[in-house]
């Protein structure tokens, strides 16, 4: 009787490092034509934030817990590689599903924080949204000063960190119920420590039912998702 293959939880520095060479380099070869079509054509990311977020492929031909998914490198604020997030093409049977990240503290972590910051700093405001999909796609289309929670992780550490930067943050989660209960919390913590004291604005905006933001741009246009901006503004103010 074979014994089922365990997935590694964490890698080494080296090893990680290592794997996001190998699939920034896949993506634009033969084995990784499927993700690389399905990130430019499916998801609406452009070649360049593809590449400035190292975003890269790992392919099928090798021997690897992480073959055949999408690899979104996380790094620190300082940018600091610091954990992988993966997405597969397809589901396996046996596999982990469509997500799998390493075992970490989610909660540090703001997914293109360290891409967005000078941006963030320069307009001083942030947008946040679901995910490493949506960062992506909202800087192809020009919003430079987005940044995703890792999963649905949302704490006051990562509240604090863009204080740091910026006096306004719109939340703009996906248009369900999950993502409601998201936004609730993020207000909820934004309240419960008095963050308005520290000069910094949450402003919770309502995508329609089940939409996320490429829906919503892809169906109304990146101009009609910046007024939607605008116009949650002023209902909280």
């Not at 890698?11 to 084995?31: G, H, M, P, T, W």
């Not at 399905?38 to 790992?58: H, M, T, V, W």
């Amino acid at each position: 009787m074979t014994k089922k293959k365990q997935w590694v939880k964490r890698f080494s520095e080296v090893d990680r490092e290592k794997i996001v060479q190998l699939a920034k380099k896949c993506l634009r070869q033969k084995e990784g034509e499927k993700a690389l079509y399905y990130l430019k054509n499916d998801r609406k990311i452009s070649d360049e934030i593809i590449d400035y977020f190292n975003i890269g492929f790992a392919p099928f031909n090798i021997i690897h817990q992480l073959k055949g998914r999408i690899i979104f490198p996380i790094y620190d604020a300082y940018g600091k590689l610091s954990y992988l997030s993966t997405k597969s093409l397809v589901i396996p049977k046996g596999s982990k599903g469509h997500f799998w990240h390493e075992d970490l503290e989610k909660r540090f972590y703001l997914y293109g924080f360290s891409h967005a910051k000078k941006n963030i700093i320069e307009r001083k405001k942030a947008i946040l949204v679901e995910g490493e999909m949506d960062v992506a796609f909202l800087h192809s289309n020009g919003l430079n000063m987005t940044v995703g929670i890792c999963g649905s992780s949302f704490s006051i550490f990562q509240v604090s960190l863009l204080a740091r930067y910026c006096s306004e943050v719109y939340i703009v989660f996906d248009g369900d119920e999950a993502g409601k209960k998201a936004t609730h919390k993020v207000m909820q913590i934004y309240e419960n420590y008095s963050l308005g004291s520290y000069h910094i604005k949450y402003i919770p905006t309502y995508l329609p039912l089940k939409q996320d933001p490429d829906d919503y741009v892809n169906k109304y246009g990146i101009n009609q998702f910046k007024k939607m901006l605008l116009d949650s503004k002023k209902k909280v103010w």
